[in-house]
């Protein structure tokens, strides 16, 4: 049973296109963050959410907390081809362990 | 201030062979925890050490294990080896950030076993 249910899992658009990712669970965090990883590397850390409705802004993406701290949105405006990666969004059971959704791999084509 | 270095970076066992994976955390980080990421079931936590004592577990075998030493180095074992344990196993250390427990992953070492 997958705690956190990412969609879409695979998103292939074109380059200056919007999108939108979702992360979603029946569950309550006490913090959501979201990760982007690249081929042959680690998970890097984009965002940290902690209040239900908070919302940040990194230049071209805009990372949503719901309400009841049981969903997250991440809105690409714009897309590039330097976007192109696997997005990871977990979510914090307690003070330590992390829970991860499957992934949406995202392709900007050119 | 140098990243998480993961060792080795590719490895080739057979069934039922043990490996022995190394991971050096950022200095001054404390805490150390494993992942396994596969394409079905994605980044799967293994363990969280901290001040070498297991702090938490996952839903893992115990073929499955791991340890921590003094200067935060931690180390996870595999014993019996399975074709299903094929992966990329990922190592980060971790802080806090903005109150949250924020991970720095390692870039992994991915384990084929044949």
């Known amino acids: 049973t997958q705690l956190l249910k990412q969609s879409p899992q695979f998103l292939s658009i074109q380059e200056g296109e919007n999108l939108t990712v979702y992360c979603n669970s029946s569950?309550?965090?006490?913090?959501l963050q979201w990760y982007r990883q690249e081929p042959g590397e680690g998970p890097v850390l984009l965002v940290t959410v902690v209040t239900g409705g908070e919302v940040k802004k990194l230049k071209r993406l805009t990372f949503q907390f719901g309400d009841a701290r049981k969903d997250s949105s991440l809105h690409i405006t714009a897309a590039q081809p330097g976007d192109t990666g696997l997005y990871l969004c977990?979510?914090?059971?307690?003070?330590?362990?992390?829970?991860f959704g499957q992934g949406t791999r995202l392709t900007i084509n050119p | 201030k140098a990243g998480v270095t993961q060792t080795p970076r590719y490895l080739i066992k057979t069934r039922g062979q043990q490996v022995t994976l190394s991971c050096s955390p950022i200095s001054g980080h404390r805490s150390v925890s494993w992942y396994q990421q596969t394409p079905g079931q994605g980044l799967q936590f293994l363990f969280e050490y901290f001040s070498e004592t297991q702090r938490n577990k996952g839903n893992f075998p115990g073929r499955f294990s791991g340890r921590q030493f003094s200067n935060s180095r931690s180390e996870m074992n595999v014993s019996t080896l399975e074709l299903g344990d094929s992966a990329l196993y990922l190592c980060?250390?971790?802080?806090?950030?903005?109150?949250?427990?924020?991970?720095?992953f390692g870039a992994g070492s991915r384990l084929t076993v044949l």
């Open positions: 977990a979510g914090a059971q307690g003070a330590q362990k992390l829970v």
């Open positions: 569950s309550v965090f006490s913090s």
């Open positions: 980060a250390s971790s802080d806090l950030r903005d109150g949250a427990n924020v991970l720095t």
